[in-house]
C-alpha cells in the first residue's frame, strides 16, 4: 500500500517540495539583492542631490543648503518608492559631504565660493528638521 501510495504521489510531493524550496531561496535572494541596490540607489541619490545643491544654491549657507539637501534626497527616493531614515539621509548628506572636501584637498582646490571651509552643506545642520515621506 505504502509503495503504490508513493508511486502515485511521490513524484508530485517532491516537486511540490523542491519548488517550495527554490521558491523561498528566491524570495531571500531577492530581498538580499533589493537591500543592497537600494542603498546603492540612495548612495548614488545623494551624491547627485548634494552636488545640484552646492551648484544650484550658492548663496545659501550650512543650515539651509542641508535643508534643500534633505528634502531633495527624500523626494526623489519617494517617487522611486524607496523609504529612507533621518539618520541614513544625514549620514548618506554628510559621507557626501566629506568627500567633496577630500576632492578639493587632492586636487589642492580652495573652496571659491569667499566662505570659509565649513559651508558645505551637512554641517552645522544637527538642528533640521526632517519630513519623511511617507
Request: proline share 1%; aromatic share 8%; charged share 25%.
Given at each position: 500500500m505504502?509503495?503504490?501510495f508513493?508511486?502515485?504521489?511521490?513524484?508530485t510531493i517532491?516537486v511540490t517540495?523542491?519548488?517550495?524550496?527554490a521558491?523561498?531561496?528566491?524570495?531571500?535572494?531577492?530581498?538580499?539583492?533589493?537591500?543592497?541596490?537600494?542603498?546603492?540607489?540612495?548612495?548614488?541619490?545623494?551624491r547627485?542631490?548634494c552636488?545640484a545643491v552646492?551648484?544650484?544654491?550658492?548663496?545659501l549657507?550650512?543650515?539651509?543648503?542641508?535643508?534643500?539637501a534633505?528634502?531633495g534626497?527624500?523626494d526623489?527616493l519617494?517617487?522611486?518608492g524607496i523609504?529612507?531614515?533621518?539618520i541614513?539621509?544625514?549620514?548618506?548628506?554628510?559621507s557626501t559631504c566629506?568627500?567633496?572636501?577630500?576632492?578639493?584637498k587632492?586636487?589642492?582646490?580652495?573652496?571659491d565660493?569667499?566662505?570659509?571651509?565649513d559651508d558645505?552643506i551637512g554641517?552645522?545642520a544637527?538642528?533640521a528638521?526632517f519630513?519623511p515621506a511617507e
Amino acid at each position: 500500500m505504502m509503495a503504490e501510495f508513493i508511486s502515485t504521489y511521490g513524484i508530485t510531493i517532491l516537486v511540490t517540495i523542491l519548488t517550495s524550496v527554490a521558491s523561498y531561496v528566491g524570495i531571500a535572494l531577492k530581498k538580499i539583492y533589493e537591500k543592497y541596490a537600494n542603498t546603492k540607489i540612495k548612495q548614488d541619490v545623494a551624491r547627485t542631490v548634494c552636488e545640484a545643491v552646492e551648484q544650484l544654491y550658492k548663496d545659501l549657507k550650512g543650515e539651509e543648503k542641508y535643508n534643500r539637501a534633505v528634502s531633495g534626497i527624500v523626494d526623489v527616493l519617494a517617487t522611486k518608492g524607496i523609504t529612507i531614515t533621518e539618520i541614513e539621509v544625514k549620514m548618506l548628506i554628510e559621507s557626501t559631504c566629506y568627500s567633496f572636501k577630500q576632492a578639493w584637498k587632492a586636487a589642492g582646490a580652495s573652496n571659491d565660493t569667499g566662505t570659509d571651509e565649513d559651508d558645505f552643506i551637512g554641517l552645522d545642520a544637527g538642528e533640521a528638521e526632517f519630513e519623511p515621506a511617507e
